[in-house]
């Protein structure tokens, strides 16, 4: 019944941009916090970045911070993923994830490829 859904990933240059998207269905989005994680090849899976419910409040993992941008329309049950200044290594598959907390339940997109090269 929960889904997410990734789409946006794609084959950018390095220095490019994407905007990664996560529709969300088959639960009350504005009340869920989101999150994006990333996983390389032959690496773990990785927290990217955060937003709280409403979206006031978001968290970076260290080597995104000041390149890519998580933001969040309630309305239309979607949040995204800005991503400015690509580099090689941010090479993954991008997850949109988020937790039911009553249950203790995780929810996890089936993701969508980002690919940095020249």
């Known amino acids: 019944q929960v889904q997410l859904v990734e789409s946006g990933g794609g084959l950018v240059q390095p220095g490019g941009s994407l905007r990664l998207s996560c529709a969300a269905s088959?639960?009350?989005?504005?009340?869920?916090?989101m999150r994006w994680y990333r996983q390389a090849p032959g690496k773990e899976r990785e927290l990217v970045a955060a937003?709280?419910?409403?979206?006031?409040?978001?968290n970076y993992e260290d080597s995104v911070k000041d390149r890519f941008t998580i933001s969040r329309d309630n309305a239309k049950y979607t949040v995204y993923l800005q991503m400015n200044s690509l580099k090689p290594e941010d090479t993954a598959v991008y997850y949109c994830?988020?937790?039911?907390?009553?249950?203790?339940?995780?929810?996890w997109g089936k993701g969508t490829l980002v690919t940095v090269s020249s």
């Open positions: 994830y988020t937790r039911e907390r009553l249950h203790g339940t995780n929810y």
């Open positions: 088959g639960f009350t989005f504005s009340n869920y916090a």
């Open positions: 937003i709280s419910s409403t979206g006031a409040i978001t």
